[in-house]
Every structure is written in C-alpha cells, then in structure tokens.
C-alpha cells in the first residue's frame, strides 16, 4: 500500500536533496534522543524504578518498570535502538510503557555502553550481563523464575537476537522468547544484498547509502561482519532459539532481512510470528503508533508475549 498519509506529509517535508555530511555522535543523539511525548501523556505504569547494575565491565544504568502490585512477574529485558551509538533510557520511555502494560511483564530497559566510547563487543556484553544478574537475582526481582523474554529495535533487535546465540552458547540461563521490531541483522553494507536496501533506500527517513557510516562506530576494529554476534543473520544453525515475534515495516530498508531472519528460524523448527506492518517506515514505534492502522503493535506484542 501506498505510504500512510500522515507520514507521506512528514516525508514530503523533508528537503529534497541534502549535502552528505559527517555523522558525529553527538549531534546525532541530540535528534533521536528527543522524545515525541511528554511523561505526562504517557501510558502510565504502576511503578518504574531507575537502578545501576554493576558488572565487571561497567556500570549500567537500567529503568525497571511494574505493570502492577503482585509477588510474581515475568521478566521482559527491553535492548533500544540507536545504531549502536545513541538512544538512552528515555529515547524509549514511551514504548516500553505501554509494552508493560499490555504484556504483564515486569520489562528491564537497559542502558548499554555506546559506541565509538564503547565498540563491539561493549554493547552484546552489557545487555548479556544485565539479563544474567536479573536472573541472578530472582527474589528481589520478584521474577517468576520461567519466563524470561528479549526485546529490541533496530540495532536493539540485533541485540536480542545476539544475546539469544550467546545464551544459547553459555548456558547460564534461557530466554524464553524474543521480539525483534524492524531489527538490522547484516551489519555487512559492502554490497545491498535485501531488494528492500534498494526499494526503500532513500526517502523514508533511513536512507541506505549512510548505513555503513552509521554502523562504523559500533565496528571500530576491524571487526568481522561475518561474525553472528555481530551479523546474527550470518548464523546457520538457529535450532534451539527462543519462540519469535518479528515484527516488520513495508518501507523499511531493513525489512527483506527481518523477514529472511524470521524464514532461516523456521526452517530450524523455531516457533515464528512474522507481521509486517503496511504503509510506515523503520522506526515507527512511538513515532506514528498514535495512528490507528499502528496502535495494535503494542497489544500484539503483549498477546504473543502472555500465550
């Protein structure tokens, strides 16, 4: 379907050729950053409590958030988005609320180190050690001690699927189930290797052609892309993954390898839930989930998180 008209009006907004500049981190986190609601037009939550998680690495800030009083929660680990180099605590506020709310989970949104301060491998290590100390601390969590669920955007759905190979490996605990929304998984830009690189590429707010830049920070190194943590797609073997919600936008380009992710998980005999979302662009949530034809996202998550 052609893109929905209260976006096509934002995106015919926009300037219709623009200088290529440099990216530089912080101005660039001063734009994402920005949130598009105040706290007090928010979706409310019963109690969110702001904590520092200690590992040997650093010190991570996380924001926990109850979706009511009770003894007994499962536990939701919210990784965000950004490219790996911006995105906090509080860019994401106004979607994890009402993914609280409609899931019953207790959700942990974790403030990774970010890149270029922090490259590969800081971020996969920080939202791994997060999630191992919630389950570590299972009473003062009020943790069910069962179900214990991944979240992510963007790069933040390349989180989730990368702690689910990396706990696969360890063994130190299970993830029960992942929500990838619009997730990057090939952080290899040499070649546009999705048709949706190509088909969505330019115009639609992420514009192809500045992903690798985008992606570089995180890559400091001479990191290998080929690398599954790195590149989760890249991976073969999926067998024994946690049950999957993929969640997709038609004019994303990132979508054909959210949809082809999905497909590699199902032929390993992972349980799958693959939607694709008509008519919007990459990173519409808490952005256009005010228009009605997006607002389910956050009921379909919590439907596919409680079944």
């Known amino acids: 379907m052609p893109v929905h008209p209260e976006i096509k009006k934002i995106l015919d907004s926009l300037p219709k050729s623009q200088p290529k500049t440099k990216v530089i981190p912080e101005e660039h986190r001063k734009m994402f950053d920005a949130p598009v609601l105040p706290v007090e037009k928010r979706v409310q939550v019963y109690s969110v409590e702001e904590r520092t998680v200690p590992t040997a690495e650093a010190d991570i800030p996380i924001r926990i958030y109850t979706p009511k009083e009770g003894d007994s929660f499962p536990i939701l680990m919210y990784f965000h988005g950004g490219a790996f180099f911006s995105g906090t605590l509080d860019s994401h506020d106004e979607v994890i609320?009402?993914?609280?709310?409609?899931?019953?989970?207790?959700?942990?949104?974790v403030g990774f180190r970010l890149a270029p301060e922090h490259p590969f491998p800081a971020a996969l290590e920080d939202c791994y050690n997060v999630t191992k100390w919630a389950t570590e601390n299972r009473g003062e969590l009020k943790w069910d001690g069962e179900t214990l669920a991944l979240a992510g955007d963007s790069s933040g759905g390349n989180l989730v699927a990368a702690v689910?190979?990396?706990?696969?490996?360890?063994?130190?605990?299970?993830?029960?189930?992942?929500?990838?929304?619009?997730p990057s998984l090939d952080l290899d830009?040499?070649?546009?290797?999705?048709?949706?690189?190509?088909e969505n590429?330019?115009?639609y707010f992420v514009e192809s052609d500045q992903l690798a830049e985008l992606n570089s920070f995180y890559l400091l190194g001479g990191v290998d892309t080929d690398n599954p943590l790195v590149s989760p797609i890249r991976e073969e073997n999926l067998e024994g993954l946690p049950t999957a919600l993929i969640i997709t936008a038609e004019y994303d380009p990132f979508r054909d390898e959210g949809e082809l992710f999905?497909?590699?998980l199902k032929k390993c005999g992972v349980h799958v839930e693959t939607i694709r979302y008509e008519g919007v662009t990459h990173g519409f949530l808490g952005k256009f989930t005010h228009l009605d034809e997006y607002k389910d996202v956050y009921k379909r998550t919590g439907d596919f998180l409680k079944s």
């Not at 830009?189 to 190509?198: C, D, I, N, T």
Request: proline fraction near 4%.
């Open 97 to 109: 609320r009402p993914i609280c709310m409609e899931s019953g989970y207790k959700v942990i949104s």
């Open 164 to 182: 689910s190979l990396l706990a696969r490996e360890k063994q130190e605990f299970s993830i029960t189930k992942q929500v990838l929304y619009y």
């Open 189 to 198: 830009f040499s070649e546009f290797r999705y048709p949706s690189l190509v």
């Open 201 to 203: 590429g330019k115009g």
């Open 262 to 264: 999905a497909g590699n």
